[in-house]
């Protein structure tokens, strides 16, 4: 990087004629973070701004008048590589700022169908000044010191690491458009999930067969829109987002749903599998395709799922801490106890056996009992 010189030295075409040519740049600080520079040519030389990254604007005004366009003072220059990093009206060509890279996300996910809150959730967790900040001067120290900060402002840990990873996947997304985003080490270290010292691993992913019918049971007292969505992530084992991209084109005579994949995995095709539902459920469904009619999703957002859905688990006395996503986790731990191959388990819902194994491995453990039987007798006996 060179260093950075007196300012008189570049402020009139006079001692900018004295400087040796040369490629390297002579630099201006300007504002923390924002250099002019000025190349030293045999003819004119050139302004360029650097803040992370470097860009050429403008011709000095070394051999002709400036006009405040191709041509450029000194101050001209300074005013203009400013406006530049900080941005104005009109201007396509700034750099973004953690602001507008969570607006780009959430509009990207609602393209893919994703979840728009999950732009939201980070945006209200930040400052005016981080989210003012240029993605490209972000540092690996100050999106560490963020993400700590809300769990020691009180957020759970497993709040905490879900709100960075999407405030990950932005920044990415970000970099990804503007390759003069060259920092992404810095979110791609800080924001890594934290993990969870000596706490030891949840034993109460499981509902019985009983217990998850009360429950799908009780939401329907709940509420009857509450409830169809309940017993639909407990009987196909689904995630809500897949659950909310149904439509009734996706019912099946059958007795079977057309449940679309979720979107997870890098550049990931959209696809659909068939999944097995009860008659009884078939028959709701239907039901509700025809009352909603076949432009509509089968289910609209339930924006305080999590809440109602523990205030049904304290009606009947069960774990407030659980959530929806129970359903899902008994579904799979279902199958596994059944001894169904991994493989028709992950395909059934829309995962990988490696995921399979890390997250139940405890499961898996109990279910390997069940091969002991057929083994051969100890010789030795």
């Known amino acids: 990087m060179a260093r950075s010189i007196y300012a008189n030295s570049l ?6 004629l004295k400087l040796p040519i040369r490629k390297k740049p002579f630099k201006v600080l300007l504002a923390p973070g924002i250099f002019l520079c000025y190349r030293r040519n045999a003819g004119p030389g ?9 860009k050429r604007f403008a011709l000095a005004d070394d051999f002709e008048e400036a006009n405040n366009r191709s041509v450029m003072t000194f101050y001209q220059a300074s005013a203009h590589a400013l406006k530049m990093v900080r941005g104005s009206e009109g201007d396509a060509d700034k750099p973004v700022t953690v602001a507008e890279a969570l607006d780009a996300y959430e509009t990207d996910l609602e393209a893919r169908g994703g979840a728009k809150h999950n732009a939201t959730l980070v945006r209200n967790h930040l400052s005016s000044a981080m989210s003012e900040k240029l993605v490209m001067l972000l540092t690996e120290a100050e999106l560490a010191a963020w993400r700590n900060g809300l769990v020691a402002g009180g957020l759970k840990l497993s709040s905490a690491n879900r709100y960075g990873k999407a405030f990950k996947a932005a920044l990415a997304l970000a970099a990804k458009r503007d ?3 060259t920092n992404s080490s810095a979110w791609k270290n800080a924001l890594k999930p934290i993990k969870g010292g000596n706490v030891p691993p949840r034993d109460n992913y499981f509902l019985p067969d009983v217990t998850i019918r009360d429950v799908v049971r009780e939401s329907y007292v709940e509420d009857a829109e509450f409830g169809a969505l309940i017993d639909v992530l407990a009987v196909t084992g689904s995630r809500e987002s897949q659950v909310l991209k149904l439509y009734p084109r996706d019912l099946l005579d059958d007795n079977r749903v057309m449940m679309p994949c979720s979107r997870k995995g890098k550049d990931r095709e959209p696809e659909a599998r068939a999944l097995p539902i009860t008659p ?4 709701l469904l239907r039901t509700r395709a025809m009352a909603r009619g076949a432009n509509r999703p089968l289910f609209d957002r339930i924006w305080n799922l999590s809440l109602r859905f523990r205030v049904v688990l304290k009606r009947l006395g069960l774990d407030e801490s659980l959530s929806p996503y129970t359903m899902r986790h008994s579904s799979i731990i279902r199958a596994i106890r059944a001894n169904v191959p991994l493989r028709l388990i992950a395909f059934h819902h829309d995962t990988s056996v490696v995921e399979i194994e890390r997250t139940y491995a405890r499961y898996l453990n109990g279910a390997s009992d069940d091969f002991r039987v057929g083994l051969l007798d100890d010789a030795a006996a």
């Open 179 to 181: 390759k003069r985003i």
């Open 280 to 283: 009884r459920l078939a028959k």
């Open 11 to 16: 402020r009139n075409r006079t001692n900018r």
């Open 46 to 54: 050139t302004w360029s701004v650097e803040a992370g990254w470097l």
